[in-house]
Nanobody
């Protein structure tokens, strides 16, 4: 199971860090990712961190502003979001892909959290 936390309301230009805790003893075997879905839009890839070497991949809209990291000892993945804008407002979902390569394709991920709301006010 995946459980996101840390969402909330932030002003334009602000920062926020959201977390995803995994209840599994084999967390290190999972490539972890963040996706987001804004109202009336498709779910969008945000970032992924590979299980084997912590290589990271980012969606074009967040490159240079967001950073994904993981703590295998704590079974947790984080998303640090800086310089936020209203376009970042969405529900942010954590996803896991066992032995995944770090794909941005949502169908590759077999486990999903319930999401956490991030709202950026203008």
């Amino acid at each position: 199971q995946l459980a996101e936390s840390g969402g909330g309301l932030v002003q334009t230009g602000g920062s926020l860090r959201i977390s995803c805790a995994a209840s599994t003893l084999r967390f290190s075997a999972y490539t972890m990712a963040w996706f987001r879905q804004a109202t009336r839009k498709e779910r969008e890839f945000v970032a992924a961190i590979r299980h084997s070497d912590n290589n990271t991949v980012y969606g074009n809209s967040v490159k240079g502003r967001f950073t994904i990291t993981r703590d295998n000892a704590a079974n947790t993945v984080y998303l640090q979001m800086n310089n936020l804008g209203p376009e970042d407002t969405a529900i942010y979902y954590c996803a896991a892909d066992e032995y995944g390569l770090g794909s941005g394709v949502r169908q590759m991920y077999e486990s999903w959290g319930q999401g956490t709301q991030v709202t950026v006010s203008s």
